[in-house]
């Protein structure tokens, strides 16, 4: 196509969307408008977003309609065409002579002058579509409001109200004003519910449709608030200190009377997380020499730019521990409301020694005028270690070092034989090979383990370390963990270990320093195992015996990197080890038992003489609330006047342990203003029993006994 055709045809598709689009905005902000007015902004919202997404759609329909047959059409009306635009789209090879020098003397007069393929603008209908959506939206907007609503109607005489004509509130607007450390903008709201910083300073400017001789706000704590006419309004003026509920009274009486609720909203102190480090109690390590420290502040309205660091340092031991204060100042960055404050605490600057204990806390205050707020974080604690505690962790650390190659299992040799079987064709021989082997090490350390049971010694090697479960446990299924591995030759070992000599035995040869084996002789005592096989039976150490030659064959296999023809030794082992730890036990006690002697004098003889009645009394529990008993069971008869007066002076004394408060002087107040109304009486007994205390619990009475139980008693009293 040519391409000076090609621009004129995608100007003309341009001109088509705007000029849809312009026809259908103003209509689509009409339903906007109205929704607002009906329904509010967030129904509002929802509507501007539905209409403008038809209204883009319609548009691009409508583009779109101009496809290549309207072009068609459109060219063949222009003179310089000669109704042959069909030939600009076609293919030249499949024209003839004539048609193909037709084609090209087209294409050379839509070159020399390009006809306008633009529509024109539908200037009667945008005109009508804008003329309609104004007046929708004027309307909607300028529409005055009822009772409560946020457009105060034209100044205009209004005829003073009286006895026939009562007044009816018919514009009010209120204007709240947050305190300055909020930061929050003054806004205007026509509702006079509102929820409000603690305080805020509130103007209410009222209108009625008829002018009242007096105007005043009614709290229902008794506070009352006149309001002052000026012109046709009414205003007053009021700090927001604590939640209220309020309604508005006139001269002569309003018409129409609600409730109204103030809820504010305090303001909460600043709340502090640590970061870094993760636990309050830290060890240090060795040589430590820094320490660092994060914290994140989060407020409802601000935190300040600086908090404060304690850093105490805790230096002795006993009775003799010194404590050195100190406080350093930090920067925080981030947000107003959310603030990270970090540190990085130099030990040495501190005079932090090894055994000392050096505490962080951070201090942070929010923006609360006149006086800020604080809040702590919790204490950080590192604790230093001294001389002796290092010496200490490395000896335990040379002492467990070849621990955790026992607590390997004859069922875990056999979970890790099978896996590495599943990775022969991933793995290459070597590596097989020796992972094959590494599993043959630890058949080897079981096999060895088991063997000290009958007695037998390490092959080439110092001793395993003596372990207090004979058999480990971890070979037991899970269904039967507790019933066989704490029944099972464990117990044989066990029974060793109490019948084991615990005196001081001669080393059998010189210490090695660094040895594990040789600390444990020293620092503690080795069994001797041989004893612990005199306490199996021949058929248990029989059963002991055979699962050694199969682990022997298993380590045997394992050791060549043949996994696959070691799992039948291991299962056999496994096997047999089960019955081992079924096996009966032995149980040799050192000492006899010593029972204290009988005393004759405090056997029981059947005398009931001294024997009082255990029959508990029962008493009525006092209520708590009477005066709330007394109106809630007023208010269960339809005849009974409730006592309002007597509940609101209970609820100004325990209002502080009530959750909604308010709930239940909205109640109260709605039934003192239609004390016929049914439903207002249920909801007020319905709130006052979710007031009610809860009694403390009592001393239950025993259950009535069944047949069995009652014979057995007739049959004590009859002995009597």
């Known amino acids: 196509m040519n391409p000076a055709l090609q621009r004129s045809w995608q100007r003309a598709r341009r001109r088509q969307w705007w000029a849809t689009l312009l026809v259908v905005l103003p209509l689509a902000l009409a339903a906007t408008a109205?929704?607002?007015?009906?329904?509010?902004?967030?129904?509002?919202?929802?509507?501007?977003?539905?209409?403008?997404?038809?209204?883009?759609?319609?548009?691009?329909?409508?583009?779109?309609?101009?496809?290549?047959?309207?072009?068609?059409?459109?060219?063949?009306?222009?003179?310089?065409?000669?109704?042959?635009?069909?030939?600009l789209f076609a293919d030249t090879a499949t024209l003839n002579a004539l048609q193909q020098r037709q084609q090209a003397r087209v294409t050379a007069a839509l070159q020399a002058r390009m006809p306008d393929l633009r529509p024109r603008w539908p200037r009667r209908w945008m005109a009508l579509a804008w003329l309609l959506g104004l007046a929708v939206i004027a309307l909607a907007l300028g529409w005055p409001r009822n009772g409560g609503g946020s457009v105060m109607p034209a100044l205009s005489s209004r005829p003073p109200a009286t006895a026939t004509l009562p007044p009816h509130l018919h514009a009010a607007r209120l204007t709240i004003t947050a305190p300055a450390y909020t930061g929050q903008p003054s806004r205007v709201q026509g509702t006079l519910d509102a929820k409000v910083a603690q305080g805020s300073r509130l103007q209410w400017s009222l209108r009625f449709s008829a002018q009242p001789t007096q105007v005043a706000l009614q709290f229902h704590d008794g506070r009352r608030l006149a309001l002052v006419r000026n012109g046709e309004e009414w205003t007053g003026t009021g700090n927001a200190d604590r939640a209220a509920l309020y309604r508005v009274v006139t001269e002569p009486a309003l018409r129409g009377q609600r409730l109204y609720r103030l809820d504010v909203l305090p303001d909460q102190p600043p709340n502090v997380r640590v970061i870094v480090p993760d636990r309050t109690l830290v060890p240090g390590a060795p040589g430590q020499r820094q320490w660092a420290l994060q914290f994140e502040a989060s407020d409802d309205y601000g935190v300040a730019t600086e908090a404060t660091l304690k850093i105490t340092l805790a230096q002795g031991s006993g009775e003799n521990v010194t404590f050195r204060e100190q406080s350093v100042t930090l920067a925080g960055n981030g947000t107003a409301t959310l603030r990270r404050f970090a540190r990085t605490l130099d030990l040495a600057a501190l005079g932090a020694e090894p055994g000392n204990d050096v505490i962080a806390q951070l201090q942070v205050r929010d923006n609360h005028a006149p006086a800020p707020q604080t809040a702590q974080s919790s204490s950080l604690i590192l604790r230093l270690p001294s001389a002796e505690q290092v010496q200490g962790a490395e000896l335990e650390g040379m002492v467990k070092k070849t621990l955790p190659a026992y607590f390997r299992s004859q069922r875990q040799i056999i979970i890790d034989a099978e896996a590495l079987i599943k990775l022969r064709r991933q793995l290459p021989p070597e590596d097989f090979i020796k992972r094959a082997d590494v599993i043959g090490v630890d058949q080897r350390i079981l096999r060895l383990r088991y063997g000290q049971f009958l007695g037998e010694e390490s092959e080439g090697g110092a001793k395993p370390p003596p372990t207090s479960d004979a058999l480990p446990t971890s070979d037991t299924p899970a269904d039967d963990h507790h019933d066989h591995a704490s029944t099972g030759a464990a117990d044989h070992a066990q029974a060793g270990h109490d019948a084991h000599d615990h005196g001081n035995t001669p080393a059998e040869g010189p210490a090695v320093f660094g040895s594990a084996t040789d600390v444990l002789s020293e620092y503690g005592h080795t069994h001797d195992h041989a004893e612990a096989a005199t306490l199996l039976d021949p058929q248990t150490r029989a059963t002991l015996k055979a699962a050694l030659d199969q682990m022997w064959s298993s380590e045997g296999e394992l050791r060549q990197g043949r996994p696959e023809a070691a799992l039948p030794y291991a299962n056999k082992a496994l096997a047999f080890i089960k019955q081992v730890q079924q096996a009966e036990r032995i149980y040799l006690a050192r000492v006899g038992p010593e029972l204290p002697p009988i005393d004759e004098g405090r056997r029981m003889r059947g005398d009931r003489a001294d024997l009082a009645s255990r029959t508990l009394p029962i008493r009525a529990v006092d209520a708590p609330d009477t005066a709330i008993v007394a109106v809630w069971q007023q208010l269960g008869a339809t005849d009974a006047v409730p006592d309002l007066d007597a509940l609101t002076q209970w609820l100004g004394r325990n209002e502080t342990r009530l959750s909604d408060p308010l709930s239940l002087a909205a109640a109260i107040e709605e039934l003192r203003i239609a004390p016929d109304c049914g439903a207002c009486r249920q909801t007020l007994r319905a709130q006052l029993w979710r007031a009610l205390l809860r009694p403390s619990p009592q001393v239950l009475r025993r259950t009535a006994p069944d047949r069995m139980g009652q014979s057995y008693l007739d049959a004590l009293e009859g002995a009597r």
């Open 34 to 87: 109205l929704a607002l007015r009906l329904g509010g902004v967030d129904i509002a919202t929802v509507t501007l977003l539905l209409t403008l997404l038809v209204s883009v759609a319609l548009a691009t329909r409508r583009g779109r309609r101009l496809d290549r047959q309207w072009l068609v059409h459109q060219l063949d009306t222009h003179r310089v065409v000669q109704d042959s635009a069909d030939l």
